[in-house]
């Protein structure tokens, strides 16, 4: 099965500067079945991007995903006040659908 | 506007079946273009795929909980259900229903319940 690795666990920045996290797939998987959620605390997760690299509708364009093969990258490139959250990597592959295990974006 | 409400009983005991219900309002469950899924996420953790169903009954379970889990759908209710049988401490957790394709490049979820928690506790 395949196992996502987030990392860093926790990233602490500042409003303004670009947030860079990253996902790795325990073998390579088709970038078409990559995708990221945004979680805030009490609130179900929002789909931010599909795809690999494809935004979903209404998710503002400094958000942005990347990669290939095993290794995959959500960045934000100016972080807003609301930004702060845990953001989720997800893959579907074989009629599985696997999540990493987070990386918390915090307030530094 | 598609929206997912789940529901059930907040307080399991152990061994005992937790179930709970998925309804869908905005769209049709019937959809030949989506399947309905439930995930789960104990407190302060992570999120963890249970199953997905399709209008026809069609499902895939995780196969770390396939022995324990049965999602069914009722289309003229339109409803998706879950039951997960001899649960443990291990079980409580925030439960969403949610929606992803059924086709191509469309397998994330893209819609979402508000969740519900379930304890299981004596």
């Known amino acids: 099965d395949i196992v996502l690795t987030q990392s860093p666990g926790t990233l602490s920045l500042s409003p303004g500067e670009r947030a860079t996290l990253s996902c790795r797939a325990s073998q390579s998987v088709s970038s078409t079945y990559l995708a990221w959620y945004q979680q805030k605390p009490g609130q179900a997760p929002r789909l931010l991007v599909y795809g690999a690299s494809r935004r979903a509708a209404g998710i503002p364009d400094r958000f942005s995903g990347s990669g290939s093969g095993t290794d995959f990258t959500l960045s934000i490139s100016r972080l807003e006040p609301e930004d702060f959250a845990v953001y989720y990597c997800q893959h579907y592959g074989r009629s599985l659908w696997t999540f990493g295990q987070g990386t918390k974006v915090e307030i530094k | 506007q598609l929206q997912l409400q789940e529901s059930g009983p907040g307080l399991v005991k152990p061994l005992e079946t937790l179930s709970l219900t998925c309804t869908v309002s905005?769209?049709?469950?019937?959809?030949?273009?989506?399947?309905w899924g439930w995930i789960r996420q104990p407190p302060g953790e992570g999120l963890e795929w249970i199953g997905s169903i399709y209008y026809d009954g069609g499902t895939d379970y995780n196969p770390s909980l396939r022995s324990r889990v049965i999602i069914s759908v009722d289309t003229s209710k339109n409803q998706l259900s879950l039951k997960l049988t001899s649960t443990t401490a291990a079980d409580t957790a925030v439960y969403y229903c949610a929606r992803h394709g059924a086709y191509g490049v469309e397998r994330h979820f893209d819609s979402w319940g508000q969740g519900t928690l379930v304890t299981v506790s004596s």
């Open positions: 905005g769209g049709s469950i019937s959809s030949t273009n989506y399947y």
